[in-house]
């Protein structure tokens, strides 16, 4: 049989379609009928799950602390009587909040014009359309609490801008001005201690650029911490979405790591300096943190004790974190880790001090993310409470 050179055009272009997708059927008959209309083609009904395709990394997301609203993160508030997180807060506790402050729901980019909701049917902790809106894409600097504005052109930019404190050396220094600025060993009822909030990994890691640390006059310290090229964004050594740390990728160049150990990362070092001054130049970089941060709690509870009269301890997991130790042991228990029993004795070489010790303690990470500037605040630290009275003096090697 002889058929016109058309419908054989049209046959094997069908035939063409269906081997490919498996889904279009065109009737062997009505292609041949020359003179029939065209027949539309027919397809199968798709599934939902061919209508809905599947969320990237949402199982990844739902592991993780953002999404856990039963955390304290979001359920902080849930004692007040609207149980709504005010706009200081609701900026990084809340999904609302982060996209208030970035303006990406209309309102004034740069801050937070309301309360907003933590209510686990609607809030969904930090979910997804907080980092993945056009608004967040397109960021390109990050503004630290010290008021520098930081120049970020990499996805970076939405982490830091929830990671970078809430203070820096600015408000400390404002804190002791507003406080009458009393001498540098006078405790005043007008101090009181200042934070720097959560885990701030990009204060830290911007060191001396965006001064996240309480920087003494008359020191340099250490600016931008680079790594590599292989790891040089917040998502080259922490997952995106389940914020765990990348230990495998670490493993890659230090022989010390080992892939699925976390706590083997305090094991890197790249100085020979001994900067703790124990003598010991073979261990890792974490535990030379670790020494001078003890000494510095150290110097803390001997400046109280010596200086101010009255002795101070320290609570990680207890608001506004120093407190009077009324038994003096040397530590706060529960019945002490309440807020009427706060430290009140500040002077402010005490509340210099102090703020170091919370900014290297709460930034779990900062051997890693800027080790040169951890060291530098510690240092510094010890060294002007003894010039104080404290009665430990500072030992090792201040780094560059």
Request: negative net charge; glycine residues 8%; proline residues 6%.
């Amino acid at each position: 049989m002889h058929f016109p050179a058309r419908i054989l055009v049209t046959f094997a272009a069908v035939a063409g379609i269906a081997a490919w997708s498996g889904m279009v059927r065109l009737p062997f008959t009505q292609a041949l009928a020359q003179d029939q209309a065209p027949v539309a083609p027919v397809f199968e009904v798709p599934t939902p799950s061919t209508l809905v395709p599947a969320v990237p990394n949402l199982d990844a997301w739902r592991s993780s602390a953002h999404a856990d609203i039963t955390r304290e993160a979001f359920r902080h508030w849930d004692h007040e009587d609207d149980k709504m997180i005010p706009e200081m807060c609701s900026k990084c506790h809340s999904t609302a909040g982060f996209m208030d402050y970035l303006g990406a729901d209309g309102s004034a980019a740069g801050t937070v014009d309301t309360k907003h909701s933590p209510d686990p049917a609607t809030a969904m902790g930090i979910s997804c359309m907080a980092c993945h809106n056009d608004v967040a894409r397109s960021m390109t600097s990050v503004t630290f609490p010290s008021g520098v504005q930081q120049e970020v052109l990499t996805a970076d930019a939405r982490c830091m801008t929830c990671h970078g404190g809430r203070a820096s050396t600015v408000q400390v220094k404002q804190a002791i001005t507003e406080a009458g600025t009393p001498a540098e060993d006078t405790p005043s009822p007008d101090l009181a201690f200042v934070n720097i909030h959560y885990r701030p990994s990009a204060a830290g890691r911007f060191g001396g650029e965006v001064h996240g640390g309480f920087e003494y006059d008359g020191k340099d310290y250490a600016g931008y911490y680079f790594h590599d090229q292989a790891s040089r964004l917040c998502t080259d050594c922490h997952s995106p979405h389940k914020l765990v740390v990348k230990v495998s990728t670490c493993s890659e160049c230090h022989r010390e790591v080992v892939a699925g150990d976390k706590a083997s990362l305090r094991m890197i070092r790249t100085s020979k300096i001994d900067f703790d001054g124990n003598g010991n130049v073979q261990e890792g970089i974490h535990f030379e943190v670790e020494a001078l941060r003890t000494r510095l709690l150290d110097a803390i509870k001997g400046y109280g004790k010596a200086v101010t009269g009255t002795e101070i301890a320290y609570h990680p997991n207890a608001y506004p974190y120093f407190f009077q130790d009324t038994d003096g042991n040397g530590t706060i228990d529960e019945a002490e880790a309440k807020y009427p029993n706060r430290y009140q004795s500040w002077t402010p070489r005490h509340l210099k001090a102090a703020y170091n010790y919370q900014f290297v303690t709460v930034q779990v990470g900062a051997y890693t993310h800027n080790p040169r500037y951890a060291l530098q605040l510690l240092y510094d630290s010890i060294a002007d409470l003894a010039e104080g009275g404290s009665g430990v003096e500072v030992i090792g090697t201040r780094p560059d």
